[in-house]
Nanobody, 127 residues
């Protein structure tokens, strides 16, 4: 019922910039939190940046400065602007969101919150 669709990945040379976007769609009642993680082969998925449940921005270690997260709440979309990219930024970037959906059955509204992941978008930094 909920989908996260990422876009904007690809290849860029070291020092370049790139912007990723992620849009949530479906039977969404509320987006609680939404952000970006990344993963390289053999390593755990790590936080890049996220909007927390209280609306604050949290950056992963060493991410602040070159990575900027922003959002359009009306569109349930988050963006990740990346500058001064380095080869070590090469990774699959995943959108993550905690979303509440509302369903109606038997005259009663029910609210369910779950964590969702996008399929990931490859970002490659190389010369």
């Amino acid at each position: 019922q909920v989908q996260l669709v990422e876009s904007g990945g690809g290849w860029v040379q070291p020092g370049g910039s790139m912007t990723l976007s992620c849009s949530a769609s479906g039977n969404i009642f509320n987006v609680i939190a939404m952000g970006w993680y990344r993963q390289t082969p053999g390593k755990q998925r790590e936080l890049v940046a996220t909007f927390t449940s209280i609306g604050e921005i949290e950056y992963g270690d060493s991410m602040q400065g070159r990575f900027t997260i922003s959002r359009d709440r009306a569109k349930n979309t988050v963006y990740l602007q990346m500058i001064s990219l380095k080869p070590e930024d090469t990774a699959v970037y995943y959108c993550n969101a905690d979303i509440t959906i509302r369903t109606f059955s038997g005259g009663i509204y029910s609210y369910t919150s779950n964590e969702h992941w996008g399929q990931g978008t490859q970002v490659t930094i190389s010369s």
